[in-house]
């Protein structure tokens, strides 16, 4: 059997428990069923298992509700039903809340994609009864054996009647037993079998009892979308996309349009809701550059997507939703929540797909580089006379005239690391190298020192280091004047001293005329007789990402910038002060975050 080494099974590990704790599936939409009295069938669109029955219905003095009955049969006796079935206590078919018999009751909770028979105060003549709860991707498993205790997720507002809805599927139409139940007591007729499919409309958030012989069933609407997880797309903190398929099931043409609607607020209790997700649909490949166009959804935004007929090309396409973080704003733990709402061009279906997202947190380790394109010139231009002679001074040196300092490109950009740490709190740190692996105690670090790691985990560990910053023992690192959060540029300053051995590129510790020693090798010269100090004030200004799919999707987890430095190089120490020279450096840079670790561990 393969396993990971201990580094990546750690990392593994904690990846699973970061995206456990930061999935929070709470969007929210209110689901109205128009219930009468007696015995009415519904078909549950939305999750509302976040309470108990008992709570939600059963404190409720003003709620005629006297029982509800959930359809659950185990797949043993799914298989064997055989015409429907009266809600009784005793059968592994049903799940039963009775109003003022909580003890007694064995369902405690309304789940999503389930059907349930709910008895209501014979005296009502009509009770809307609003379940709000969490949108769930509709699901049905159907039996050939036996009745399906099922619901469509129809339009709301203009259900379609049963002709229209099955005209797709003309056999199944033709196959299918549809009962369902008229309100009062059950009795021989009620359930009642459906004839009239002409004028009986599948209404939403009603349930049927249907049967086909053998005929396999797999059409629930116009269109379908699979491969998505039934409660929904959830970014967290850490996803910037979601893909899944859409399918056209008719045998013509079909358009399906999706519109992203706010979260409705959440039930007492629940977390709040700072705002709706700004999603992006991603659009087609540009052969020219090998990126991908978007539509954004936030806003009311819609798109469209034109499917071919059931079987034939392009009848099914990949749906790629993105996150564009930065333009969702909000602070990390911020909870934003939508529903996308699909629907056709026949005006059949309406199916609801919850989306949740997390501001992502800047705080971690940053590994990225800068690409040097610009350099500062150093250009004298002498004085000449009339005759294009250059003028000398009285010591014989030529008059200068002006200096050309402008940025001018470089034959081939060049490349330097960025390491930065950046904390939750504080200031972000450049660091000329960090380790990265496991402690003693088994716990993953990013650490300024190898001393932290663990001997023994050494082989998995990992360090990584930026050559063009000076070296040191303590390796402390150089602060920048904030956190890297995207807000505003950060800005540090790199010293070289002139007498550093280890990284100043003036001194060679063996050569005589550029070992700031004298002709005797025992007394150090002062600065700038053989060796300069260097100062290097790095400036890193983040920009918007460019304007495609890819850039503005990962923009959460990736910084992109314009990189300066000016660079001072100071020799001797003058009366008017200290004899400089500036260069300015320009470029670009690009950040990932690697390590969503907040602390540098130090010895």
């Known amino acids: 059997m393969r396993t990971f080494p201990p580094f990546l099974r750690t990392c593994l590990v904690a990846l ?4 456990g704790v930061r999935s929070m599936q709470a969007q929210w939409i209110t689901q109205f069923v128009a219930l009468k009295g007696g015995w009415n069938a519904v078909y549950l669109h939305v999750d509302a298992s976040y ?4 709570h939600l219905v059963g404190e409720d003095a003003a709620s005629p509700i ?3 009955w959930q359809w659950s ?3 043993t006796t799914q298989q064997f039903v055989q015409s429907p079935q009266e809600p009784v206590d005793g059968g592994s078919q049903w799940l039963s809340w009775i109003r003022n018999d909580p003890n007694s009751s064995t369902l405690e909770r309304l789940r999503g994609n389930t059907a349930c028979l709910v008895r209501v105060e014979a005296a009502t003549t009509a009770y809307g009864w609003q379940v709000k709860g969490r949108p769930v991707l509709y699901a049905h498993e159907w039996t050939t054996t036996g009745l399906n205790f099922v619901g469509f997720p129809t339009d709301p507002l203009t259900p379609p009647v049963f002709e229209r809805f099955l005209e797709a599927v003309p056999a199944f139409l033709e196959k299918a037993e549809i009962y369902r139940y008229l309100g009062g007591e059950l009795g021989a007729g009620n359930p009642a079998r459906v004839y009239g499919l002409r004028t009986t409309p599948v209404t939403r958030g009603q349930a049927f009892w249907i049967r086909a012989g053998n005929l396999y069933n797999r059409y629930y609407g116009p269109f379908e979308i699979y491969q998505a997880n039934e409660t929904g797309v959830d970014f967290g903190d850490h996803l910037n996309t979601s893909a ?3 399918r056209n099931l008719t045998p013509d043409p079909l358009t399906v349009t999706v519109t992203l609607q706010p979260s409705e607020p959440p039930p007492s209790g629940q977390p709040g809701i700072s705002g709706t997700p700004s999603l992006l649909v ?5 052969t020219t550059d090998l990126t991908y166009g978007y539509r954004e959804l936030a806003g009311g935004g819609t798109h469209e997507w034109e499917l071919a007929a059931t079987g034939e090309e392009g009848s099914e396409v990949e749906v790629v939703l993105g996150l564009n973080r930065p333009a969702m704003g909000g602070s990390p733990g911020d909870l934003f929540a939508g529903v996308l709402q699909f629907t056709d061009s026949l005006g059949h279906a309406r199916v609801d797909l919850a989306v949740t997202a997390l501001p992502a947190s800047a705080a971690g380790l940053w590994i990225g580089s800068a690409v040097v394109k610009q350099v500062g010139q150093y250009l004298k231009i002498y004085q000449r006379d009339s005759s294009n002679d250059p003028v000398m001074n009285d010591d014989g040196s030529y008059v200068v005239q002006s200096v050309n300092t402008e940025l001018e490109g470089v034959p081939s950009p060049f490349p330097l690391r960025l390491i930065v740490h950046n904390p939750s709190v504080g200031q972000a740190v450049l660091m000329q190298r960090v380790y990265v692996g496991l402690d003693e105690f088994g716990n993953p670090v990013v650490s300024n020192s190898e001393s932290v790691l663990d001997p023994d985990a050494l082989a998995d560990a990992r ?4 050559v063009h910053l000076p070296w040191s023992v303590d390796n402390p690192g150089w602060a920048l004047d904030g956190l890297l959060d995207g807000s505003a540029p950060r800005v540090t300053t790199v010293i070289l001293d002139y007498a550093d051995q280890a990284s100043n590129p003036f001194l060679h510790t063996y050569h005589p005329d550029h070992d700031n020693l004298d002709a005797g090798f025992d007394q150090e010269l002062a600065r700038g007789s053989e060796s300069y100090t260097v100062e290097r004030q790095i ?4 920009g918007a990402p460019p304007d495609d799919f890819n850039s503005l999707t990962s923009a959460g987890h990736s910084v992109i910038g314009d990189y300066a430095e000016t660079i001072r190089v100071i020799g001797l120490q003058r009366s008017a002060g200290p004899d400089t020279r500036t260069f300015e450096v320009r470029g670009t840079y690009v950040l990932r975050r690697i390590s969503d670790l907040d602390t540098l561990t130090t010895p």
């Open 244 to 246: 899944f398929r859409l």
């Open 16 to 19: 699973l428990v970061v995206a």
């Open 539 to 542: 400036t890193l200004t983040p």
């Open 51 to 54: 309470d108990t029955v008992e």
């Open 463 to 466: 360090r990584i280091s930026a």
């Open 282 to 286: 991603r659009g087609a490949l540009n």
């Open 66 to 68: 006297l029982e509800i």
């Open 73 to 75: 049969p185990a797949p």
